[in-house]
Every structure is written in C-alpha cells, then in structure tokens.
C-alpha cells in the first residue's frame, strides 16, 4: 500500500529552494526566509496566490528575537495576504515537522498547495548563547550551563556504544572525511573542505577533541541557512524541473528524559523508518540513496544499523566495504551531510528533503548520482526524541 | 456544506482538563503538560495507547528553558513512547494552532484519535524576560526594550479606534466589568474580582494607566496554566460527558508588519471568521455564546465588529444593548476571557475551547448558560497576525 492508496491523494514535491549554508551576516531570518519561499514558488511554476498554507519550520529557543516568525513568509507576495502560516517546532527535525504537517494539509484536503519553509539564524548570537539555545533541546541540561554542549550529549552515545561493541574511532573519521569529500561538489555546503580520514580520527591542534571521543570533525557546524518546499497534489505542468513524489511518511517521538532509553538504539528514530518503509513499500533495496542527520558522526554511525544497512554494533562494516560512499551501493549524505554542508538547527530537515529531490529529479549537478530513482531522508530532534522518516521516488 | 460533507469526516472533542490558570510556583511546564494530557484522557474515557498524534499549543520565546516540549506529555504514559508528537507556534494563537494541527491528522486520516495540549509557565520569569518574551510576538519591537510592551501596541489601536469612531473609554470598562463579572463563577480563573465598570474606566491608585488609554483593567495578567483536549473522529462511548461536534474553523495570517494592515480592522480575523462561518454553515443567529481573545479590552471591542454582532465604530452598542452580557442574546466570554480567567500564551485557545465544549456539553457548572447548543472561538496571535475561529456544535 503506497502513499496514494492509503490517502486517496499523492503529494509531490513540486519546487523548492535553498540558501548557502555557513555564516551569512548580511542575511536575517526574514531575508532567509523571504529569498528561500520566492525561490520555491518560482521553482514550482506556481503564482504566491496559489499557496493555499504556509509550514514554517525553526527552533529559535532563544536565538532571534522575533519569537513568532510564521508570517514572515507572507512578505514574499501581497497575493499570500490571509494564507494560514503555522510555525512547528521538533528541535533539529523542525524542518521535517514542516513538511510533515504541510503533507498532512494536502491529506486533509485542507490545501492543494503547501508551501514549507525551514529557517534558522544562528551564527550572529554569541557561542555561549547558541550553546544555550542548543542545550534547551535536552530534558537534562536545558537551563544549565555546559562545557561541552550537544557534542557531551552525543559522546556519551558514543561511549556507550564504544563499550557495547568495541572500538570506533577509525569509523568516525572515516565518517566524517566521507561526508566532508562528498560536500567538496555541493556550492550550498557551509564546510568544503577535505580530510583525510586519519586527520579526522587523529587529535591534533586543528583537530582539538570536543567531548571524548569526539573531534571537531565529529561535529556539525553552527550555520545560518533556509531551504524550502513546494508540495502539491498534482504534479506542476510550469515547474524548472520534474516533480518528484511521496512515497512514505513515519514520525515518531520519544521520551524525554535520556534515562528511559537506551542510549544507542535510536527505538524512534527505528519506529519512523518502519512506519516510511511499510507506506512506501519498500525496503533497503529499492533505494539509491539515503540523507540521514549525522549532526555528529555517531550518529550516522548508529543510523547505519537503525536502517538495517548493517546489524546492531557492526554498522562500520559499510564504511569498510564502501556500501554508503559516493560510488558504492547505496551512497550516503551525497550533500555532505550535516557534517559538510552544515546545520542550521530549523532548516535541516528541508534542506535534506531538497537535496534527495534534486537528485530523484536529475537536477543535482556536480552531487548527482546517476540514474537515483528513490531516497530515503532522515531527521531526528534531540538525543533521537523526535525522528522522522520520508521515502521520495522519481516521478 | 459542513465540516462532515467538505472532508468526508466528522471531528468531536470527546475529553477535556484544565488546570487553574495563575501564579502557580509549584508546578513546571511538564507537571502542568503531564496533569492536563492525564486528565483529558481520562475525561474521553480512552486509554492512553489509543493516542495516534501529540500536538503542543506553546509561545516560550525565552521563558522556559526547555525549547523543545513536544514530547513532555510522552511522560503520561509508558503507552505513549513512538506517538508522533509536535509543536506548534502561533503566537498568543498557539493553543488553536494545535487543535487546527490535530484535526489536519484527523481529517487527512494519519490520526483517529489526537491528544492536543496547550502549556504556558509565566510567572516563574521576572517581569522583564516576561515582556521581552511577549515583545518577541511583534515586528517591529522584537528584541528592543519597551516600557509599555504589548499594550503598547494595543493602546495604539485603541487609539487609532478613538480618532476614527470616538471616544471608548466607558465601553472598554464596562468590557473589563463584563468579564471580571463573568469569571466570578470560573473556579479556574486567575483573577476572580469583581469591579464596577466605573472602577474600570477611571485611573486611581488601584487601576493606574498602562499605557494610555489603557489601564490595568483594559489588560490580562501573565498566568501560568495549561489545557487539553481530545479529539476523535467518532464520539467516544465511554466519556465523562456527551461530546461536543467541530463544524467548522478558520485561519487566516496576515502580515506582521503592523504599517501593512488598518490597526482597527483586524481583517485575518475577519477572514478566518468568514471561512469558519460559511464550513460551520452558521450565522451570527445561530450562536448561544462567543469565546474571543480578550487579551485587551479593546480587542474585544474591535472583534464585536469583526463578528457582525456590530457596524464597524459601533461595537459599543452590544455593551449598551446588553447583548454580550450573560443574560443577552449572545453572551461573549461567559468564561471570565483572558481578562479574568488568565492568559498563559499557548494554553488560551486550548482553554476556550475548553471553555466552551464545557457549556455545549451542559458540564460547566456555575459557568452553566442554559440550553447552549453552539458555540464561537476566536483565538489571536500577536496584534491580529495569526487568527483562528472555530464552531462547536452540541451532539
């Protein structure tokens, strides 16, 4: 049973729209917001009067002071004058939420045409003040102050997992000079650098340890950046390029509290992909590539076994026999990945949906893969609390 | 053409649960998240794994430190883990903009059953991170410092509405006297006062001036509370009480910069009142009381014209005529409104609604207006930029 069958409508991704990522000081929430939405809408061959709702996706917790941004995009048009605009906030999935709620719209039959934004400015707010904004993401140390931040919480999974199944250092940095080589072809990519991976698995000056086991090339960077999303139930006849279609959807949320889960399993992040998968109907096989949300590389490293790539304490073995490189069976984080291209916190979750639609609809460029029919996007918010999953298919 | 015949479903609100709204130092966001969710479940007669999506109604912009509640009301219940669960933003519309989010589930077929909760912890905050808080909800003032705050911005309607129709001064408190009156029998409400409309409209020690022309009785207080409901698409059998139909809602977003819009035309409301109307299939005549979003006196001023119960300058006439009193023809904030009964951001729409599935169910005790069949909410964010009505019908 697809998509379609189950809700008697498709939803396609008709346009979008994508800022750089990285530190962009002339740009404020609005101008990311405004310039990504008018991209879209152009992208789709649509008219703004054709926007039946508005999704707008960011985290905020502090770090812009406007607090009720769901209406800036209505600054694009006067045509988008009295269109519904909703802000939802996942943490890091805040930009799936969008999209997932916008899809729920054209479900409903409330819209026909959804427009989904994902913004975040975070690089003008001092470090202190971003890691504040960031820890408000964690049941534990919202409130309080950290020395290590997110990248503390993210070790720890990391020395779970490390004591669970044996040693990973050589997996992350392979990890992360993956992701980093692969953002070397992507112009929106915040971080185009390469590196090798014993540079990445190796401390060093450049490469000071964050929060053990973890190196600066272990985390993402703190971006600024907007992408954004058309989605309609029919195909646009005046879009730039091919629609690419919805198959599957799952989300699922988790505790809060990190002491009722175990740390390396990821359960939500393993609930979203089963409930995409089976709406889909399809499995791992079927797909050409995967965007996952490796905001650290421990993270990408779990997410392996999550998907199924690799059994429980063995996802490294994907690196070693290239499944998940750019010319091995199913390439992951062709973009770069969070790790390259970067991560403005509410943006994300866009941002993977558009790069997975542009390679469905061959418009990828120097990033695209050949002949990619299917992708899998995955966005997850917190320690895995909020996790989404999305399977798209070439049209 | 109702709801039913538009989307081919019908949508109840089949449980509910309130706390007090006030200064509650005892209890967190997650305590008042948890009892609200633990009552409306119990309320609908529903156990908690029949849940199939969490929406969450909360403003935050920087008062509590945890910017990532979506999962808090998980913590009900073990059965919860792996329900979806998201937030959403709208401003002082926060709490409509998850029950309009839910019944998208319910209507796009993702959900049969939707928990939605809307939370607010205020007065924890010292006075200053309070208005700097809700000064985020404005264009132009995010982020500055203003000694008026949010009535600032509404005493400039009141005093665009003054140069334009006359003075208002006697309508405003006789508004305010409506609703301190009215909250009286609302054992939940924050500020249960009574005092006389000339009190109200008279600057003295005790009801200094705001921000003219508006005194402390032309405001709500900062109050700390949460509220939630349960919506199904078929009634519940098992319920406290009978349920209460959804026929029809509307929401219209207008743009934020206020030198865009007419300060007394509020027309997103009129918009999302219209789209409301006409898939509720209601008029005016059909209503037994309106719940609106008295944040300010004049705001409920200005929404008697929105709604038709007046021409436009003449919104004091229901005041006179003795409509929107409780012995009128269409009594509005039976409840005690945001005036008396409290405004904590993101639980106000969710209490209203609350407010008036009590009177459509015959369970509002001494708030109790007899025979009520039908019922208007009207729920705002920020100075009318996000707007929300909906239509309750008695089953």
């Not at 990445?200 to 000071?208: A, L, V």
């Not at 650290?296 to 999550?306: D, Q, S």
Request: aromatic fraction near 6%; include cysteine; proline fraction near 4%.
């Amino acid at each position: 049973m697809t998509l379609a069958e189950r809700f008697g409508t498709d939803v396609f991704i008709s346009g979008w729209g994508h800022t750089k990522f990285g530190s962009l000081p002339d740009e404020t929430l609005e101008s990311l917001v405004v310039r990504v939405a008018g991209e879209a809408i152009t992208s789709a061959g649509i008219d703004p009067g054709q926007v039946d709702e508005i999704w707008f996706g960011q985290f905020n917790s502090g770090l812009w002071p406007l607090g009720f941004a769901s209406s800036l995009a209505l600054q694009v048009s006067d045509e988008l004058f009295r269109v519904p605009a909703t802000r939802v906030e996942n943490a890091c999935a805040s930009g799936s939420a969008a999209i997932h709620s916008g899809l729920r719209s054209l479900l409903a039959g409330t819209a026909r045409t959804v427009l989904v934004i994902g913004a975040e400015k975070m690089t003008h707010a001092p470090a202190e003040q971003v890691g504040a904004a960031l820890l408000g993401a964690d049941y534990e140390l919202a409130g309080s102050e950290s020395r290590t931040g997110f990248a503390g919480l993210f070790a720890r999974v990391a020395e779970a997992y490390r004591q669970r199944y044996g040693e990973i250092n050589d997996a992350l940095g392979a990890i992360a000079a993956k992701n980093h080589a692969n953002g070397m072809a992507n112009p929106l990519a915040h971080l185009r650098k390469q590196f090798t991976p014993e540079f990445c698995s190796t401390t060093s000056e450049k490469n000071p340890m964050v929060a053990e086991p973890l190196r600066r090339t272990d985390c993402s960077p703190i971006s600024d950046g907007a992408a954004a999303l058309v989605l309609t139930t029919q195909p646009s006849t005046s879009a730039a390029q091919s629609p690419v279609r919805l198959l599957g959807f799952g989300q699922a949320n988790d505790f809060m509290p990190a002491n009722k889960r175990d740390p390396v399993e990821f359960a939500g992040s393993v609930a979203a992909w089963e409930r995409a998968r089976k709406m889909a109907g399809v499995g791992l096989d079927d797909l050409d590539l995967i965007e996952l949300h490796d905001c650290f590389t421990i993270a990408e490293l779990v997410m392996y076994e999550v998907l199924g790539l690799a059994e429980r304490g063995k996802g490294r073995q994907v690196l070693e026999d290239g499944t998940v490189f750019r010319d091995g069976k199913l390439p992951v984080n062709l973009s770069g990945g969070l790790k390259s291209k970067g991560h403005p916190v509410g943006a994300t979750g866009v941002s993977q949906h558009v790069m997975a639609a542009m390679q469905l609809s061959g418009t990828a460029g120097e990033l695209q893969l050949p002949g990619a029919r299917r992708a899998a996007v995955h966005n997850m918010g917190g320690l895995a609390v909020a996790n989404y999953v999305s399977v798209l298919e070439a049209v």
